[in-house]
């Protein structure tokens, strides 16, 4: 079996998940239709092209993988012509349309997540655990953090449920376990259920990390 | 006859607009003189500086060009200084200045974008339009996205009229007729007037792009 | 005597120096114990990782250098525990704790200012004053201003008193004497110390840079 054909699922997974989280933002924030595209892909791609700029492999390799674009691209015009057309529904069972959008959003987390480990692996980083998480955490956070910045929101990765730390939490299983001889396959399917199942009990059950006060 | 003359009347142009801009926005926002300096170079060399970090051209050649960075300083100076010599002025005939500032947007936006492309095409990467464009688009709205994010401003890229997307089709139009064979600078001349010219155009007739609602 | 010994030490400070100051405003953001973590770290780290990123020293150093990470988190606990525990006295004393916290960032801002430019310098960057004088400001400011960014505050660097200055200041002097044949640890002291002199002096003396009006 080519394993390969696991990652490749799971990142068409997680850029469709992002992109749509972004587009929904962007549509509610008012943006033209440039504006959700472009949001739709800094939220999917945009935490992988930080993670590249940090381990230097440039030109960032979305460059080199346009059908990541051109799904983004897509899952945003689906999500901007569903809200034209149906503007009363799309606004009516917003709470309605988010949970089933947190679902997809927690399995793209787990995706990525472990997804910018393994890439961090494969580019030589296997011997530094705490490279390979950060790298994991980057990739998954990071296109949030730019779209929540781009539209002026606080960054939900600083005060939202256990949202980071869930795919601190994957990347680390990932790493910990190759490092100890489990394959990357099996490693990969347990740190991306971790992260997803993380946070999607996070969201069913109201985590949240503590506050000073 | 030398054809870089072009590329660097453009470049200086570009700059110049740029730095105007950036320095506008500065003073209007109440910063003080460093404010200014700070964001009028972001606004001019900031997209460069993405571009150059997107592919690994590092240091970004800005760091080898220090006659830009004096360009956006002497620009940044004397819009603080007109500005603080003329206030009523400055405040009575602020859209007469905006109008004016546009134009020189609109000539800067067109440069970088063709400029960015052709950057790209020089690194070797003419095989790839996708990443050219982008180039072109990064280098063009990179440093007013900057900006905009330091002053906390929603960028206006993701509202505003056909600004991203005229920088796009200048870029796009710019590595097409490179890849036909089309002479670079004349391809280059024609880029960077669609790009100048569709933005003018959207600004003079307010053109927009659709939105969800 | 090991005059890495030196270096060591002013990092040590500056970075938690950094954190602390990072976590404060974390915890005033009422962010949870994720998000005050992650802003000391982005804070005290950040504009190391934005110079490594400029001059392709990646993966950035930090990721070989745990231990730095290490330190920014315990500051930024020992300041989440001070602050859940003594919430009154957090609050109250806030004022006073801002004003220690000054001179501890005005240290830091100081190390980081002529540690930036010497890294630069060891890169092989020395014939370019410009471009050490710039590697220092974004160490020493690069943090604080991705703090400010993802909380959404106008980064103070554009408009608060004389505080990119300062770096540049320092980084300056330590560039030049350095040029000058000055020994490098000598001029690390001089260029730390104006840097810290000038901040500690505009804070003390309510020093502004002019504004147009």
Excluded: Q
Excluded at 40 to 59: H, K, S, Y
Excluded at 95 to 120: S, T
């Amino acid at each position: 079996m080519d394993i390969n054909w696991i990652y490749l699922a799971g990142e068409w997974i997680g850029t469709a998940a992002f992109a749509v989280s972004g587009a929904m933002v962007a549509v509610n924030k008012r943006n033209d239709i440039f504006g959700v595209l472009l949001l739709a892909i800094f939220t999917a791609l945009g935490g992988g092209v930080i993670r590249d700029m940090l381990i230097g492999d440039l030109p960032p390799r979305i460059f080199g993988n346009f059908h990541y674009v051109l799904l983004a691209m897509v899952c945003a015009l689906l999500v901007f012509f569903f809200a034209r057309i149906n503007k009363d529904r799309f606004l009516k069972e917003e709470k309605h349309i988010e949970k089933i959008n947190n679902i997809f959003d927690a399995i793209g987390l787990g995706v990525f997540a472990v997804n910018g480990a393994r890439i961090g692996l494969d580019a030589g980083f296997g011997g530094n655990i705490f490279m390979l998480t950060t790298l994991g955490m980057v990739t998954a956070v990071g296109g949030g953090m730019l779209r929540d910045v781009l539209i002026r929101e606080m960054p939900f990765v600083l005060s939202k449920r256990v949202y980071a730390v869930a795919a601190i939490c994957g990347a680390l299983v990932f790493s910990v376990l190759v490092r100890l001889g489990v394959s990357s396959v099996l490693a990969y399917g347990i740190g991306w259920a971790i992260t997803t199942m993380l946070r999607l009990l996070a969201t069913a059950f109201r985590w949240n990390l503590p506050k000073a006060f």
